[in-house]
């Protein structure tokens, strides 16, 4: 008697948790996307593994980028897709020196070289600080801004040239994380909206040579870190997918509890937190 009690103890405590289905309530997920595929392929994945089509991710990451990508199941999830894309932002970002391109980044056409001058970490710093603050900034051509319906990129792509007026962003936190004679690595904190490939370029002609985006990784959207993330490579894999994100759900009750109240919840990026 005791050891099937005993059996059948142990055997509740093995019971994994109940699978995510149309039949429950919305909800999210966080995921370390990886490089590579794009973020509405994710979106798919998890579209085929819950069985269910209301799926929306709260900010693209292109597919060269990898790191924090929050998805949302179900309609009452998906409804606060955009609270949940409000916050302030964390990326590591690595820049190539000495090369621009037309997208700002490596997916890009060459469009000019320049020389690398010998830049010391003093400099580059000081570079960096400028880049502080609040100030404004123009979004760039491939981008999926909208512009009468249809994303900047559509018309860029067409040779339609489409400037949109700079719009305001705050860069909380920037610091050189390290260097080679052709790269800077950095990682910021900014608020919703600030193009990180824009920064890079910006950041390459303030060293007078130019510079694009080769690699990006998000940390933090939000209150919500990469760290808390399910790998995003194992959701191609449709039955291990729905084991993963039984085991990585958040309620919406949830989700929306982490949220910051006020104008005063994204402190953690900025001051002692940012290091």
Known sequence: MNGAVHVQARAALEIPPPPVTA???AWVFLVDKPVGPTSFRLVQQVRRALGIKKVGH????????????????GR????????LMAGDKEYEATLRLGVETDTQDLEGAVVAERPVPRLERAGVDAC????????MQTPPRFSALKHKGKPLYYYARKGVEVVKEPRRIVVHGLRCLAMTPGTITIRVACSKGTYI????????????????LVALRRLRNGPFSVKDALPG?????????GRLLAAHRLSVDEALARLPAG????AFLTGE???
């Open 23 to 25: 039949a429950h309530d």
């Open 58 to 73: 709260a900010g693209t990451l292109d597919p060269f980028a990898s790191g924090l990508l929050i998805l949302c199941a």
């Open 76 to 83: 009452p999830a998906t409804r606060i897709i955009d609270r």
């Open 128 to 135: 960096l600080a400028g880049f502080v603050g609040e100030q």
């Open 197 to 212: 490939r824009t920064l890079a370029a910006d950041i390459g002609a303030a060293l007078g040579c130019g510079a694009h």
């Open 233 to 241: 490579d194992r959701l191609a894999d449709g039955q291990e997918a």
């Open 263 to 266: 104008d005063q919840g994204n």
């Open 273 to 275: 937190n940012f290091k």
